[in-house]
């Protein structure tokens, strides 16, 4: 079956510097990748959608120039939080289509935590 | 923007029991999707039930759907200890990202 993996699991970083994590599609190729934001005890709120080779689309009250997504492969896509905050600290999971129904395999998710 | 609803927010019951969670969502769908996902884990999908369908089983989940009313419920028998998750309706409107509802956090108590 379709298997996304996300990168790293967790990380812990200062205020102030950036973390970039990646999410992969192994056996697939995802035309299409989500990037979605969780914080405690809530639901999944989708950041924003990205295509290989063409810039991301974001959901209003993203700041793109702070949430770095880049999708420059049809397995890979990456997300930089720059200059992150505490307020940033958050589980951020990355969706990977490939199309139709068949896509939205989800990664394992990455725990962000900033200091 | 957030469409699903779940209810109820938080469901506590015993080993054996039948759990139901529902879900509610606002505009037209093409199909709709059941997570679950332990507390700081990922996301397992559970069953997907498209917008012409009624009613599915999965082992012990039973989902039905009503577009006429814009809900769909979760229904786990014979529930485990091991069932304790938080439950996330997603709905899609073809090729769109989907969207999450609140979730319901249940707790299976053995």
């Known amino acids: 079956g379709a298997v996304v993996s996300q990168h790293p699991s967790w990380v812990i970083c200062k205020s102030g510097t950036s973390v970039k994590i990646e999410c992969r599609s192994l056996d697939f190729q995802a035309t299409t990748m989500f990037w979605y934001r969780q914080f405690p005890k809530q639901s999944l709120m989708l950041m924003a959608t990205s295509n290989e080779g063409s810039k991301a689309t974001y959901e209003q009250g993203v700041e793109k120039d702070k949430f770095l997504i880049n999708h420059a492969s049809l397995t890979l896509s990456t997300l930089t939080v720059t200059s992150a905050h505490p307020e940033d600290s958050s589980f951020y999971i990355c969706?990977?289509?490939?199309?139709?129904?068949?896509?939205?395999?989800f990664g394992s998710g990455t725990r962000l935590t900033v200091v | 923007s957030q469409q699903g609803e779940e209810d109820p927010q938080a469901l506590s019951i015993q080993e054996g029991e039948n759990a139901t969670m529902n879900c509610s969502y606002k505009?037209?769908?093409?199909?709709l999707q059941w997570y679950r996902q332990n507390s700081g884990r990922g996301l397992v999908h559970l069953i997907l039930?498209?917008?012409?369908?009624r009613e599915k089983h999965s082992g012990r989940l039973r989902v039905t759907l009503d577009t006429s009313k814009k809900s769909s419920s979760l229904l786990i028998t014979a529930s485990r200890a091991a069932d304790t998750a938080s439950y996330f309706c997603?709905?899609?409107?073809?090729?769109?990202?989907?969207?999450f509802g609140k979730g319901t956090r249940l707790s299976v108590i053995a």
């Open positions: 505009t037209s769908i093409n199909n």
């Open positions: 997603a709905t899609d409107s073809g090729n769109t990202p989907l969207v």
């Open positions: 969706s990977a289509s490939e199309g139709g129904w068949y896509g939205y395999t």
């Open positions: 039930i498209r917008s012409n369908e």
